[in-house]
């Protein structure tokens, strides 16, 4: 379990504290629910992923993110393409609980994805900030598809409208 995961955060304080609570954006309709490959495995290529931290904006410490830029994190990442679609779903080995799931359209060999907004609470100081995660990576796959590079952006809409958002570098091969 990495404890940078946005998802963990999240799901360990509601699951903690409600047993009822769900992760929805209350100003979006709820997506359709997802089938998921016959065999429980996420759909995708299995691909290594190494995320770098280049830097945090905003109040950090109201989330209590204290990771250090330049800290480099080894993901299990499933990609999967079809047409113009991509989807990248890391870390695989926590999903579908704890995973960063990001849609989004290649262009030749240049993408862009976003992952939908969740809601939920993380635990600060002893206090239970309401947050809102979302994310997003633009960025390139090589010339013969086996590896990529890109930037991705975590963003934290926290209850008193300040916003955290943490900058990665995308680092990443097909295995």
């Known amino acids: 379990m990495n404890p940078r995961s946005p998802i963990l955060l999240l799901t360990c304080v509601v699951a903690c504290s409600s047993p009822t609570a769900t992760f929805t954006d209350p100003t979006q309709p709820a997506p359709p629910p997802e089938m998921p490959p016959p065999d429980g495995r996420v759909e995708g290529e299995p691909w290594s992923l190494i995320t770098t931290q280049k830097a945090v904006h905003g109040p950090a ?54 992952s939908p907004p969740s809601s939920g609470k993380m635990p600060c100081h002893g206090i239970q900030q309401s947050v809102v995660f979302s994310s997003q990576v633009t960025g390139e796959f090589s010339a013969d598809g086996a590896s990529i590079i890109g930037t991705e952006v975590w963003t934290y809409k926290l209850s008193n409208k300040k916003v955290v958002s943490i900058e990665f570098e995308w680092r990443g091969s097909r295995k």
């Open 61 to 114: 410490l109201t989330i209590c993110w204290e990771t250090p830029d330049g800290s480099a994190v080894t993901w299990e990442m499933a990609v999967a393409r079809s047409g113009d679609e991509v989807k990248f779903v890391y870390d695989v080995r926590n999903w579908p609980t704890d995973a960063v799931e990001l849609r989004g359209r290649v262009n030749t060999v240049s993408f862009v994805a976003k």
